[in-house]
């Protein structure tokens, strides 16, 4: 297996690429010059955000101040997808770590890894800049919360006879 650490990144960024409905994301760490790009499924860094901030409600506030937000540096291509995510905070240290695992397929014999260190005020940066990347997607179906199409959808509630009324 291989495994990338980066045991105080410099930078942590959420990112999409693409029109709402088909956007690709992607999280990117830096540390010392070395940059990595991973592709992540929306769902996964909702779920990112939502434990991040779970896991930082009992703490003192952090200020957050512009310095601690990080955007992506570059629309770099994927290194490759990640199929699991690990959270951890480590008290002592007041350090968040992140531990990133390729999907894995059936032909893969060495997924790839990474493991992440990031600052609280790091942590929490980016849980706010994946709400508000999430915000900016497709405004969700307010019978189901499936996402609306520009043309709409066939809402699951009305059991697929009718569009749903807005």
């Not at 994301?25 to 010392?32: A, I, K, S, T």
């Not at 032909?107 to 600052?119: C, L, Q, T």
Request: aromatic residues 4%.
């Amino acid at each position: 297996m291989t495994v990338e650490e980066f045991d105080a990144a410099e930078r942590l960024a959420v990112g999409a690429f693409g029109d709402p409905g088909q956007r690709v994301f992607v999280l990117q760490v830096e540390q010392g010059g070395r940059v990595l790009t991973v592709k992540v499924e929306k769902r996964q860094v909702a779920e990112l955000a939502t434990h991040l901030t779970s896991a930082m409600a009992d703490r003192p506030p952090v200020e957050l101040g512009p310095s601690v937000a990080a955007r992506l540096t570059s629309e770099a291509e994927p290194a490759w997808v990640v199929g699991a995510m690990h959270l951890a905070y480590d008290g002592a240290t007041e350090r968040v770590s992140l531990v990133l695992e390729e999907f894995q397929s059936e032909e893969d014999d060495e997924p790839a890894s990474a493991r992440i260190s990031v600052s609280v005020a790091q942590a929490l940066a980016l849980a706010t800049e994946i709400a508000d990347l999430v915000a900016a997607g497709r405004p969700p179906c307010p019978h189901c919360g499936y996402p609306l199409d520009p043309t709409g959808h066939v809402c699951p509630k009305s059991n697929g006879h009718r569009p749903p009324k807005l």
